[in-house]
C-alpha cells in the first residue's frame, strides 16, 4: 500500500524540477531587482517602511535594499544573506555579489535544461571559479613599499567605490576625507574610532574631517566652557535622587517638617555620591544617565564640566578614543581609569552647539562631519562614505590592488574561456556558461549608463586579446577606455570575495531538489 502523505495537512514540498525551479526564478528575481543599482549610473531605490513612522529611505547600496525587504522565497534568502556577508567582510560589492550569483544561476538553468547534472555543472562552476581566482592573481598590483603611490592607490579605490553613490558629485573631496580618516588607524579595521556626525544644512561640500572626537551635547549652564588637560571620568550612574519621587512611594509623615528632613537626607546621600567623584581628580565628568540640577551645581562649584545623557554609543566611543573605562560605582578611585585629552571647548556646526575633545589619548581618533541638504541625504551620504571606509581599511591590511570598470571580469572571462577550450566532457559547457555569467557585469554596468553593451563588450573583447591590456567601460564617455590612465582601481578582497561567495551561493541553490514548507505551530486552547 502506497503512503500517499506523510506530512501534515499545511505542510508543502516541491519535488525536482519545481523545486530547481523555484529557487532559480527566486534567485533571479532578487538579481535583477538590485541589476539596475549596479555601477556609476546605477539607479535609487526608495524603500518605504510599513512602521508607524512610515520611513523613508533612498538607497542604491545592495546590502540596505535586500536587508529591507521581507521574503519569502528560500533561494532569494540566500542571496539576501551573501549580500550581507559582503558587506560586513569587506563594505563593497553588495550589488554585484547577488547580480553575479543570479547571472550563473540562469545559466546554470540553460544547462540544467539541456540535461546536464546539476553535480557536473557544480564542478565546472568551481574549476572556473578556481583559474578565475588565478587570472587575478597574476594581475594585481601591490604598492605598499612606495606610500606615495600608495595613498593615490587608496584614493582611486576610494574615487571608484564613490562614483557609484550620492557622493559622486564631490568624489575628490570625500576620497581625500576617508583615505586620511583610514591612514590615521595605522592598519587597525576597527572603524569604531571614526566617528561620523550627521547635521543637517548647508551642501556635502561643507563636510570636513575633524582630528579628535565631538560629542553631540551642549555644556550646561554656569559651567567651565574649556578645560585644558583634561581628565575625564566617562560614568554610567543614576545621578537624579536628590528629590524623592513621591509619585511612586507612600510616605506617612506626622508633619511637612519630616518630608523637609527626607529630601535634606535625599540631599546629603547625593552630595556624599558627587564627592567621591569629584575626588578622582577630575575636570570633567560624562554620564549616559540625566544629571539633576543639585549635582550639576555640586559640579560647577567645583569648576568640572559636567555633561549628562551622552547616549550609550557616545560614551562608548568616548571611553575608547581618551583612553578611559565606563564606571559605575566610586568608592575605589584607584581602580577606576579615567581619560585624557588636551583640551575640551565648545564648537559650532551650522546652528548647533557641540562640545569638542581634541589630543585624545588614542592619536587615531577622528570624526567626520557631514552636511547636507535633508536627512535622507545625509543617511545615504553616511552609508556611501561607510563603504569607502570599510574597502580602504582593508585596502591598508592586504594592498593588492586590481583594475575597474569591467576589466577583472573581463581578464577573469578570457581565462575561463581558454580553460573550457582545454576541458574535455560536459564540464567545459558549465566552465563556458561560467565565462558568460562574468560578462554580465560589464555588460550591465553598460546597460544602466543607457550604452550599447553588446557593441562595447565585443570591443572590449577584442582588445583584452592584446597582451597587457588594461581596457575597461568608461562610461563617462560611454566607449571603451584605458582603465589605467583614468585611474579606476578596486581592491583585490572584494573582487575575490564576490567571486567566491557567489560562486558558493550558486553551488548551494544548484544542490537543491526538494523544498518542504512546514506546517505552522499551532497554538493549543488553554481553556
Known amino acids: 500500500m502506497a503512503i500517499d502523505r506523510i506530512f501534515k495537512d499545511e505542510a508543502s514540498e516541491e519535488k525536482g524540477e519545481r523545486a530547481r525551479m523555484a529557487s532559480f526564478v527566486g534567485a533571479m528575481a532578487i538579481a535583477d531587482l538590485v541589476k539596475t543599482t549596479l555601477g ?18 533612498v538607497t542604491n547600496d545592495g546590502a540596505t535594499i535586500l536587508k ?15 549580500s550581507k556577508v559582503q558587506d560586513d567582510e569587506v563594505g563593497d560589492g553588495t550589488t554585484s555579489v547577488v547580480v553575479l550569483a543570479g547571472e550563473l544561476l540562469r545559466e546554470a538553468e540553460k544547462l540544467v535544461a539541456t540535461k546536464i547534472h546539476p553535480m557536473t555543472i557544480i564542478s565546472g562552476f568551481r574549476m572556473a571559479a578556481e583559474c578565475a581566482q588565478n587570472a587575478l592573481l597574476e594581475k594585481v598590483v601591490d604598492n605598499k613599499a612606495d606610500s606615495e603611490k600608495f595613498r593615490s592607490d587608496l584614493l582611486n579605490i576610494a574615487m571608484t567605490t564613490l562614483s557609484s553613490k550620492i557622493l559622486s558629485q564631490d568624489k575628490e573631496h570625500f576620497a581625500n576625507l576617508a583615505v586620511d580618516a583610514v591612514m590615521r588607524l595605522k592598519g587597525s579595521t576597527n572603524l569604531e574610532s571614526i566617528q561620523i556626525i550627521k547635521k543637517p544644512g548647508g551642501s556635502l561640500k561643507d ?11 551642549k555644556i550646561g549652564i554656569g559651567q567651565p566652557k574649556r578645560i585644558e588637560n583634561a581628565k575625564i571620568l566617562v560614568a554610567n550612574t543614576a545621578m537624579d535622587t536628590d528629590k524623592v519621587k513621591i509619585y511612586g512611594a507612600r510616605v ?10 527626607i529630601e535634606t537626607a535625599e540631599k546629603e546621600k547625593m552630595r556624599e555620591k558627587v564627592q567621591k567623584i569629584i575626588g578622582h581628580g577630575i575636570n570633567c565628568f560624562v554620564n549616559r544617565q540625566l544629571i539633576y540640577n543639585f549635582p550639576e551645581e555640586l559640579f560647577a562649584d567645583a569648576g568640572i564640566l559636567a555633561i549628562e545623557h551622552a547616549d550609550f554609543d557616545g560614551i562608548e566611543r568616548l571611553a575608547l578614543v581618551t583612553g578611559g573605562e565606563i564606571a559605575s560605582t566610586f568608592d575605589n578611585p584607584e ?33 567626520i562631519v557631514l552636511r547636507g541638504a535633508s536627512h535622507h541625504v545625509l543617511d545615504e551620504a553616511e552609508r556611501s562614505l561607510h563603504d569607502a571606509l570599510c574597502v580602504l581599511s582593508q585596502t591598508v591590511n592586504d594592498s593588492r590592488v586590481l583594475l575597474g570598470g569591467g576589466w ?3 581578464v577573469m572571462a578570457k581565462e575561463v574561456d581558454a580553460l573550457a577550450k582545454k576541458t574535455p566532457g560536459k564540464r567545459s559547457l558549465a566552465i563556458e556558461a561560467f565565462s558568460r555569467a562574468l560578462l554580465a557585469i560589464p555588460t550591465i554596468i553598460a546597460d544602466n549608463a543607457g550604452l550599447d553593451s553588446a557593441e562595447l563588450i565585443s570591443q572590449l573583447r577584442a582588445e583584452h586579446q592584446k597582451e ?7 562610461v563617462i564617455s560611454g566607449s571603451v577606455g584605458d582603465m589605467a590612465e583614468r585611474g579606476i582601481c578596486e581592491a583585490f ?9 557567489s560562486t558558493e551561493a550558486a553551488e548551494m541553490i544548484l544542490r537543491v531538489d526538494e523544498i518542504i514548507t512546514c506546517a505552522p505551530r499551532r497554538r493549543e486552547d488553554r481553556m
Not at 556609476?40 to 529611505?57: A, F
Not at 570636513?208 to 553631540?216: A, H, P, S, T, V
Open 252 to 261: 506617612r509623615v506626622d508633619s511637612m517638617a519630616r518630608v523637609a528632613q
Open 207 to 217: 563636510s570636513f574631517l575633524d582630528e579628535g572626537f565631538i560629542l553631540d551635547k
Open 493 to 501: 578582497k572584494v573582487k575575490q570575495a564576490v567571486l567566491l561567495s
Open 40 to 57: 556609476p549610473k546605477g539607479m535609487d531605490k526608495i524603500l518605504q517602511s510599513t512602521g508607524r513612522g512610515r520611513e523613508v529611505t
Open 408 to 410: 577583472p571580469e573581463m
Open 335 to 367: 581602580s577606576v581609569k579615567l581619560g585624557h585629552c588636551d583640551l575640551i571647548e565648545e564648537i559650532m556646526i551650522g546652528e548647533d552647539k557641540l562640545i569638542h575633545f581634541s589630543g585624545v589619548a588614542m592619536g587615531q581618533a577622528c570624526t
Open 68 to 82: 529591507s525587504l521581507h521574503i519569502d522565497n528560500p533561494a532569494a534568502k540566500v542571496l539576501v544573506d551573501i
Open 468 to 474: 597587457g591590456c588594461t581596457a575597461g567601460i568608461d
